[in-house]
């Protein structure tokens, strides 16, 4: 696609529910990110994928937090038993390399979650 | 990890003026890049800049990687203009970007 495209922009949780944030990243980019922006914050790091392989998750802040992209494109990022912390927009980006190549990366509009 | 500074954290411009924000890095880096937040909360790319100097109409951009900073100019400052302006640096170490705290820039008619 001509961008990042991140769905769904708005999605609002109750406490203890599970949510699925899905971001498609720009065609034939091989690296995607996840980053968490909190409220008057930059964005942090969550996890990083080279195609399919997920090589730093490092960032995620829990083990209720999970990424996957199992066929290298699309990518979704999982929240379980979602608590009022995990409030922020959740940005997805993607590069067409990495480690050192040609890494500008790209935003996606985000998904804002909010969890009442 | 690498430490990213931004300043000023807010500024506020008359609608034609000259604005310059600075962002210091701690640590050796592949890659900067400059984004403008809008008000939506999309990150736009403004440049991307490891080293050396760049134009793109009223904004340009210089880094200095040997002194670990950068700055990014804006000239005849437009309403449009507002929103938070972030620096992310890529170390020479890894894939992901390591933001600053950003700008929050407020251009009055």
């Known amino acids: 696609g001509a961008g990042v495209s991140q769905s769904p922009r708005y999605k609002v949780a109750k406490r203890g529910q599970d949510v699925a944030l899905r971001c498609d990243p720009i065609s034939g980019h091989v690296s995607l990110f996840w980053y968490q922006q909190a409220l008057g914050q930059g964005p942090e790091f969550l996890t990083y994928?080279?195609?399919?392989?997920?090589?730093?998750k490092s960032g995620l802040p829990s083990d209720r937090f999970f990424a996957e992209r199992p066929e290298g494109s699309v990518s979704t990022l999982k929240i379980q038993r979602t608590q009022q912390e995990d409030s922020a927009v959740y940005l997805c980006?993607?590069?067409?390399?990495?480690?050192?190549?040609?890494?500008?990366?790209?935003f996606g509009q985000g998904t804002r979650l909010t969890v009442v | 990890g690498i430490q990213v500074e931004q300043s000023p954290p807010d500024l506020i411009l008359q609608e034609g003026a000259n604005s310059t924000l600075r962002c210091n890095f701690s640590?050796?880096?592949?890659?900067l890049q400059w984004f403008h937040q809008n008000p939506w909360g999309q990150l736009i790319n403004l440049f991307y800049?490891?080293?050396g100097t760049k134009q793109n109409g009223r904004l340009s951009a210089t880094t200095v990687a040997t002194e670990r900073y950068s700055l990014l100019y804006i000239s005849s400052s437009q309403t449009t203009d507002s929103g938070v302006y972030f620096c992310a640096v890529e170390e020479t170490s890894g894939s992901r970007l390591t933001f600053g705290e950003g700008t929050q820039l407020t251009v009055n008619p």
């Open positions: 980006a993607s590069s067409l390399e990495g480690g050192g190549g040609l890494t500008e990366a790209f």
């Open positions: 800049i490891p080293s």
């Open positions: 994928f080279q195609n399919e392989a997920q090589l730093d």
């Open positions: 640590d050796s880096v592949n890659n």
